[in-house]
């Protein structure tokens, strides 16, 4: 369980890294108006809304392994997108590739599938933990 809670923190420490300089960078690119930037910074949150639900049937119907290696594919492309984007639209396409690919709710399903009651709190709360060193 521990090596799911680093991914999760990993998962954030990547977000809170990139959002303080995101938007200076995004205002460079080719096409970036102040309206184009901020739907860049919120396509990621976007996607992970729409994209967290079917995910987890999903990860119910087949294997939550399965659906976190893509989860993690997904959020791997679209930061590879963001890292060579020539201009915004380039941008706003790989966040909502990296909000697709965050999958959270699936780290969270897992992690109740994985422990018992008495421990699933201790689990949740050293998750928590890892999130905030992060």
């Known amino acids: 369980m521990i090596y799911l809670s680093l991914l999760m923190a990993i998962r954030f420490l990547g977000l809170f890294i990139v959002m ?10 080719t096409g ?8 860049a ?7 992970q809304v729409f994209l967290q639900i079917p995910f987890g049937k999903l ?14 594919f997904l959020l791997f492309l679209g930061s590879i997108v ?13 966040r909502l590739l990296q909000g697709a690919g965050a999958i959270g709710g699936v780290i969270l399903a897992y ?3 994985l422990t018992d009651e008495n421990t699933r709190a201790k689990a949740f709360a050293r998750m928590g933990q890892f999130i905030a060193l992060s």
Request: neutral net charge; contains cysteine; hydrophobic residues 55%.
């Open 20 to 29: 303080p300089v995101l938007a200076i960078y995004a205002m460079h690119l």
């Open 32 to 39: 970036a108006t102040e309206f184009s930037v901020g739907i």
């Open 41 to 47: 910074l919120g396509a990621y949150a976007l996607s």
């Open 59 to 72: 990860a119910d119907k087949y294997n939550k392994k399965i659906i976190l290696v893509f989860g993690l």
């Open 82 to 94: 963001c890292a060579f984007s020539t201009n915004i639209y380039m941008l706003i396409f790989g």
């Open 111 to 113: 992690i109740s599938d």
